[in-house]
């Protein structure tokens, strides 16, 4: 038996989660869908088609696809020139690194998508060794458990065997719906109680304390 | 008895808490200090030189007080452009007129500093009736008790008879130390939880649904 953990990426591995929140927010003012800066971080991790209708909807406005594609594409924008530069969180650079060298099966499995996501890897030294699976690799991204069913797929392990580490209750709900635990991380801000209530088997504070708690997931 | 509410302006009143976090987190990377978002985002409430130099110590650091000094100016300046508007939170300014229009009694006691403070306060119709106490009305800021006492005093009322209304678990703690009940409200990004184990009353929504609840806190 081959036990697997899945990642999610942003907020997970890369501290990016506040630009993410902050730049959707200026894109969707510019739209004329001023929005709350909570409201949008809770919405972080799922799709930005999902989340970007969701939020129209909430507005009471309807968007046609080329609109969605728009807004999208000026978030993008915006958080390239906001973040230029990514930062790896506490931990997740020796994790992936331990992961390698023992040979542990590990994959990514983001809502992001090339060439968007190619900064947050090269800063965690992720190569093209390790298996990632993004949004364009699939019909539907997360909280449908497509993200995380495809990387299992492309590990060649079971659902049974695979642990999802995310920072938002949609990687720990995808993660239901696919049938695999899941491992809750504080460092993309959510509570620890959002998180467990979403049905996280263990919640840490970040990789780096995962990284010293790989015992209690049975990768002893 | 005259009941009284005394509210916090940042995430409570003012949708600014993501643009504090991303303009700090600037500031303090600058500064060869780089720190997680989520971190920064629970200490956002606080006095800005209590948190540069808790951030300092967590890294390492000394700070002299000239450098805390400069770290502050320099997130202020990065606020400022990151967001030259301030946004009123869902139902801030409609709460605040009915307050004024009822002769309920109510302050604004904030860990900011005017003249920054000033374009939000204006994005809030709050005119020159209304007390506001700012950090530099008293000694120490949140999570002591000073700016909610110093905001009783003025507005002439009990402790006992004030609630506190904030988003951050540094004005929940520094009201329980002044004696007074406190709301916690979502809108700052903290979730229920966290509000509820530091000593919150009661946890809404956001000032909007504060309004629809003000017969629950005896204001009927």
């Not at 209708?53 to 807004?71: F, K, N, P, W, Y």
């Not at 020796?94 to 900064?119: D, M």
């Not at 030294?125 to 492309?154: H, I, N, S, W």
Request: charged content about 30%.
């Amino acid at each position: 038996m081959a036990r697997a953990l899945i990642f999610d990426l942003d907020g997970t591995l890369v501290d990016t989660v506040y630009a993410h929140v902050f730049a959707w927010q200026r894109a969707l003012a510019e739209e004329g869908m001023p929005i709350d800066g909570w409201r949008i971080h809770r919405r972080i991790g799922m799709s930005g088609g999902l989340f970007t209708r969701a939020v129209a909807r909430e507005v009471g406005r309807e968007l046609s696809d080329e609109e969605t594609e728009a807004i999208q594409k000026r978030h993008a924008a915006i958080f390239s020139e906001l973040l230029p530069d990514r930062r790896p969180l506490p931990g997740a650079c020796e994790l992936l690194a331990e992961l390698r060298e023992r040979g542990i099966v590990h994959g990514i499995a983001t809502s992001g998508r090339r060439p968007e996501i190619n900064r947050s890897l090269e800063a965690l030294g992720v190569g093209d060794g390790t298996v990632v699976v993004d949004r364009g690799d699939v019909a539907r991204a997360k909280p449908e458990p497509d993200l995380f069913l495809a990387c299992q797929a492309a590990l060649g392990v079971e659902a049974d065997d695979c642990y999802v580490v995310g920072d938002a209750v949609w990687d720990l709900l995808a993660a239901r719906r696919a049938r695999m635990l899941s491992v809750g991380l504080l460092s993309g801000g959510y509570g620890a109680d959002e998180l467990l209530a979403a049905g996280a088997f263990r919640v840490y504070e970040d990789a780096a304390e995962l990284h010293r708690s790989l015992d209690e997931l049975g990768f002893g």
